[in-house]
C-alpha cells in the first residue's frame, strides 16, 4: 500500500510539473489565475494596458529640452502629449497606460534630473490618473545603464540617485502608480545584447533590481508599499533569464508588492521583421511555439506565487490587421487566462493602435482585440 501511494504522489508531481512547463495542454494551468494573493488581485484589476512610447522616451536632446524650435517630447513623429489622449486610451477600454521615460539626457553631472523635465513628466502622469487610468512610468533608453560590469560601481551610483529623485517626487501618490526600475537592461552594442546574458549579466541586472527596489522603499511615504516592477535580463521571457528573477524574488518573498516585467514579441519574423512573414495562425505550430515558450516561463513564476505583466508586446503593422487580430486575440486569451497582465507596445507609428493626432483608433477591431479582459 505505501508503495502504491509513493507511485502515486511521484505521478501527481510529474503532472504539475508537466502542466508548469506548459506541454499538459495550453490551458492546463488556468487555475493560477484564481490566486487569491493581494499584489495578484491588484493586477488583474490593473486590466489590458498600452504604452505611450516614443514620446517622454525620446533621446538625443542632451542638455536641452528643443532643438531648432521642436520639443524632444515631438521629435519621433508624436504630438505633445495632452489629457485627450487618455480619455481617450480609458474609452477605447484600457485601464493602465506604461509612461516610457528617459532620464539620461535630463540630468546634470551628478544625475540630478532638470525640475523642468521632471515638471512635463509629473504634468503627463497626472493627467493619465485623472482619467482613471493606472500609471506606469520607467527608465528608458539609459545608454549610461549598459551592464558594463567593470563600471557597476558608477552606472549603480547613478540607478539609485536617480530613482531617489522620481521616488521622493511622487511619494505621496497613492497605488495607482507604479514604478519599473529599468527597461530591457542588457550589455548595449555587444554581441551579447539581445541574448539571455551570462551569470555576471544576470547577477547585475539583479544587483540593480535590488538598489531600484531598497532606494524607493527607503523613501517613506506610500513607496514602502507601492507596486514595483523589476525585470530580466534585456526583458527576456526566457528561463535562462528569469530563473536568476525568480531567485531575486525568493530572497525578497517578505515583499509582496514586487511585479514581474518581461517582453516578448513572439515570432519575431511576424512581430518584428519588416522582412518577415505578415501571416500569423494559431494553426500553425511554429507560430505559437515562442509564444507559449514564454508563457510556460511566466507560468513558472506564476506557480510560485508570483505575479507577471508583459509589460511590452506587440506586432507591427504589415497590411496584415487580420492576422494582428488573430495574434492579439490568441495573447488576450492566454493572459486573462492565466492572470498575466499585458501592455500593448504604441510606438505612434509600426506599432501604433490609436491616431494620437485624432486620438482615433486606427481599427477598432484590433484595439478591442488588446482592451479585451473577459472572464476567466
Known amino acids: 500500500m505505501k508503495t502504491f501511494l509513493y507511485v502515486l504522489k511521484i505521478i501527481g508531481l510529474l503532472v504539475v510539473s508537466l502542466a508548469i512547463v506548459g506541454v499538459v495542454g495550453y490551458y492546463a494551468i488556468g487555475f493560477l489565475s484564481e490566486d487569491t494573493g493581494e499584489t495578484q488581485r491588484f493586477v488583474e484589476k490593473m486590466g489590458p494596458g498600452i504604452n505611450v512610447g516614443n514620446s517622454l522616451d525620446v533621446t538625443g536632446f542632451k542638455g536641452t529640452l528643443s532643438r531648432n524650435g521642436?520639443?524632444?517630447?515631438?521629435?519621433?513623429?508624436?504630438?505633445?502629449?495632452?489629457?485627450?489622449?487618455?480619455?481617450?486610451?480609458?474609452?477605447?477600454?484600457?485601464?493602465?497606460?506604461?509612461?516610457?521615460?528617459?532620464?539620461?539626457?535630463?540630468?546634470?553631472?551628478?544625475?540630478?534630473?532638470?525640475?523642468?523635465?521632471?515638471?512635463r513628466v509629473h504634468e503627463v502622469v497626472d493627467m493619465a490618473l485623472d482619467s482613471g487610468l493606472y500609471v506606469i512610468i520607467d527608465s528608458h533608453h539609459e545608454p549610461w545603464r549598459s551592464l558594463v560590469v567593470r563600471n557597476d560601481g558608477v552606472i549603480r551610483f547613478r540607478h539609485i540617485t536617480l530613482w531617489r529623485q522620481i521616488a521622493e517626487e511622487f511619494r505621496d501618490y497613492d497605488e495607482r502608480?507604479?514604478?519599473?526600475?529599468?527597461?530591457?537592461?542588457?550589455?548595449?552594442?555587444?554581441?551579447?545584447?539581445?541574448?539571455?546574458?551570462?551569470?555576471?549579466?544576470?547577477?547585475?541586472?539583479?544587483?540593480?533590481?535590488?538598489?531600484?527596489?531598497?532606494?524607493?522603499?527607503?523613501?517613506?511615504?506610500?513607496?514602502?508599499?507601492?507596486?514595483?516592477l523589476v525585470t530580466s535580463y534585456a526583458g527576456k521571457a526566457s528561463w535562462e533569464t528569469?530563473?536568476?528573477?525568480?531567485?531575486?524574488?525568493?530572497?525578497?518573498?517578505?515583499?509582496?508588492?514586487?511585479?514581474?516585467?518581461?517582453?516578448?514579441?513572439?515570432?519575431?519574423?511576424?512581430?518584428?521583421?519588416?522582412?518577415?512573414?505578415?501571416?500569423?495562425?494559431?494553426?500553425?505550430?511554429?507560430?505559437?511555439?515562442?509564444?507559449?515558450?514564454?508563457?510556460?516561463?511566466?507560468?513558472?513564476?506564476?506557480?510560485?506565487?508570483?505575479?507577471?505583466?508583459?509589460?511590452?508586446?506587440?506586432?507591427?503593422?504589415?497590411?496584415?490587421?487580420?492576422?494582428?487580430?488573430?495574434?492579439?486575440?490568441?495573447?488576450?486569451?492566454?493572459?486573462?487566462?492565466?492572470?498575466?497582465?499585458?501592455?500593448?507596445?504604441?510606438?505612434?507609428?509600426?506599432?501604433?493602435?490609436?491616431?494620437?493626432e485624432t486620438r482615433l483608433w486606427i481599427n477598432p477591431a484590433l484595439n478591442a482585440a488588446a482592451a479585451y479582459y473577459g472572464s476567466k
Open 177 to 228: 502608480l507604479l514604478f519599473e526600475g529599468m527597461n530591457e537592461p542588457r550589455l548595449i552594442d555587444s554581441e551579447m545584447e539581445w541574448t539571455n546574458g551570462d551569470a555576471k549579466l544576470r547577477g547585475f541586472v539583479n544587483e540593480l533590481n535590488g538598489d531600484f527596489v531598497d532606494t524607493v522603499r527607503a523613501t517613506g511615504g506610500n513607496n514602502e508599499n507601492r507596486y514595483l
Open 70 to 119: 521642436e520639443s524632444c517630447e515631438e521629435a519621433w513623429g508624436n504630438p505633445k502629449i495632452t489629457p485627450k489622449l487618455f480619455d481617450a486610451i480609458y474609452a477605447g477600454g484600457f485601464r493602465t497606460v506604461r509612461i516610457p521615460v528617459s532620464w539620461g539626457d535630463h540630468v546634470d553631472d551628478g544625475y540630478y534630473v532638470d525640475p523642468v523635465w521632471m515638471k
Open 242 to 356: 528569469v530563473a536568476p528573477l525568480m531567485d531575486f524574488l525568493d530572497e525578497r518573498k517578505w515583499d509582496r508588492r514586487l511585479i514581474a516585467s518581461l517582453h516578448m514579441y513572439e515570432p519575431y519574423s511576424f512581430c518584428q521583421d519588416e522582412n518577415g512573414t505578415a501571416e500569423w495562425s494559431a494553426e500553425v505550430s511554429e507560430d505559437i511555439e515562442g509564444i507559449e515558450d514564454g508563457l510556460s516561463v511566466m507560468l513558472r513564476l506564476r506557480s510560485s506565487g508570483y505575479s507577471v505583466i508583459l509589460s511590452e508586446y506587440g506586432a507591427k503593422a504589415k497590411d496584415n490587421d487580420d492576422a494582428r487580430i488573430r495574434w492579439t486575440n490568441y495573447h488576450a486569451a492566454r493572459c486573462n487566462y492565466n492572470g498575466i497582465g499585458r501592455i500593448w507596445w504604441d510606438d505612434g507609428s509600426e506599432y501604433a493602435l490609436i491616431d494620437r
